[in-house]
């Protein structure tokens, strides 16, 4: 297995038993959220690293969803996206027809499915608490992979995931957000000692409960996204 961190959420893998890989939630250049936010690095879309590979999108969010990006992809090659078919409407999936429809391939995961992607398998746990996200489970030439995304699941659902052994092996690596990115608090009207104080209560909140996950999953490995 080779495994690369590209920056954001954004993670390309690819097994040593098939020449295609997989690139999970593709923002490699430009901003989102109306630009304000960038990326450390960005990449060049003909870099060698995308090619023969197809796409796993986890949500609609903009740094997850950047249209830019996946465009400049799938004009490149064309690729099979897929994405999670979550339970209310298809808002979703038309947004990525509307990107690239025209020129790539497009296939919806449901949840708790397990499919077949280039020689590897790939767990959809979709979020418990109705918001539209979702993480990963993968399992590519022995190394069990776990990406959170930005699925916030209840404690208690993962702790009950856990003991329905729904985890086929121990998780190798775990990709696990620390710190919850969003427009709160920042782009609330208050004072800015008002929202210092909820942002820092905001990020101590999101490291307790990745810990508390990271704790129930029980992963070899963490890696901050």
Known sequence: MKLSYLGHACVHIKSEKNERGLLFDP??????????????????????????????????????????????????????????????????????????????????????????INSFN??????DLGDHDASFFVDIDNFYIFFQTDNLMSINYAEDFRKKNNLSKKIDIAFMMFYQTGAYPLFFEA?????????????????????????ILGPGVVIPY
Request: glycine share 4%; charged share 30%; net charge positive.
């Open 27 to 116: 923002w490699i250049f430009g901003g989102s959220w109306a630009e304000t936010l960038r990326l450390r690095k960005e990449w060049d879309p003909k870099s060698k690293i995308f090619q023969n590979s197809d796409i796993l999108i986890s949500h609609a969010h903009s740094d997850h969803l950047q249209a830019k990006s996946l465009r400049s992809l799938c004009e490149l090659e064309r690729r099979t996206i897929f994405i999670p078919k979550y339970n209310h409407g298809n808002y979703f999936l038309e947004r990525v027809k509307s990107i690239c429809g025209d020129i790539s391939d497009i296939f919806e995961i449901k949840d708790l499915n397990d499919i077949e």
């Open 191 to 215: 004072k800015e000692n008002i929202k210092l104080d909820r942002l820092i209560k905001k990020d101590v909140k999101s490291i307790k409960y990745t810990q508390q996950l990271a704790n």
């Open 122 to 127: 790939v767990k959809t746990i979709l979020n």
